[in-house]
């Protein structure tokens, strides 16, 4: 079956800490892979996506994420978090063919202490 | 460059009642989506439109209806209404596959009491 999951369902990281969210998915045919990031309230935000090439991916707000094939990985990482990091990020995995959705993790929500 | 319009961001309904989702895009995309936000549960397909005049359904589509007359529009139709259906409700859009992403909506945000 076709799926994501997010195994850390809320993590709290320290102002200026380094961040990891891991994702791992499940999928029959090569996917593309994305994070999206959800303030309180707002809809969600592409951060970064993966469809080919370099396995090591650069996005907005200063997110990386890489993606492992052997272990169906696409973790998402920070050097150094802010305290405007603090909300839901989801990772999904979908497909080339046209007309076919995204398959989206339930999420992980990020709190960030001072 | 409004995007994706949704409307109205709030509203609440009593069971039994029917409403219609509101979705606009101005950006000429292909594909459109309606999604449900359930705390915890990620987002859930209810159903998709590959162009106008075409819709399938996700994996919840049960109690709800869309319609794609237009390129632009894409309507979620709930009829009676049931307690099971309050849920933060998203529309996104993409030009093509799914390869750029989605566009999301800002959101709805229904109460069935």
């Known amino acids: 079956a076709q799926s994501v999951t997010q195994p850390d369902i809320h993590i709290t990281v320290s102002e200026g800490a380094s961040l990891e969210l891991r994702c791992n998915y499940s999928?029959?045919?090569?996917?593309?892979l994305f994070w999206y990031v959800q303030s309180p309230g707002q809809g969600l935000q592409l951060l970064l996506k993966?469809?080919?090439?370099?396995?090591l991916v650069q996005g907005i707000k200063g997110f990386e994420a890489e993606f492992k094939r052997s272990q169906s990985s696409f973790n998402l990482r920070k050097p150094s978090v802010h305290w405007s990091d603090a909300a839901e990020y989801f990772c999904a995995v979908g497909a080339q063919q046209a007309g076919t959705a995204l398959i989206f993790g339930k999420g992980t929500t990020l709190s960030v202490s001072s | 460059n409004a995007g994706v319009t949704q409307t109205p961001k709030f509203r609440i309904l009593k069971i039994g009642q029917s409403m219609t989702l509101q979705c606009t895009q101005d950006m000429n995309h292909n594909y459109m989506y309606w999604y449900r936000q359930d705390p915890g549960m990620g987002l859930k397909l209810i159903y998709y439109s590959v162009g106008a005049g075409i819709t399938d359904k996700g994996e919840v589509p049960n109690g709800y209806n869309v319609s794609r007359s237009t390129t632009e529009d894409f309507p979620l139709r709930l009829e009676l209404a049931a307690p099971s259906q309050t849920s933060v409700y998203f529309c996104?859009?993409?030009?093509?596959?799914?390869?750029?992403?989605?566009?999301f909506g800002s959101g709805t945000r229904l109460t069935v009491v």
């Open positions: 996104a859009s993409s030009p093509q596959l799914t390869n750029y992403g989605y566009t």
């Open positions: 999928y029959g045919a090569t996917p593309y």
């Open positions: 993966y469809f080919s090439g370099d396995t």
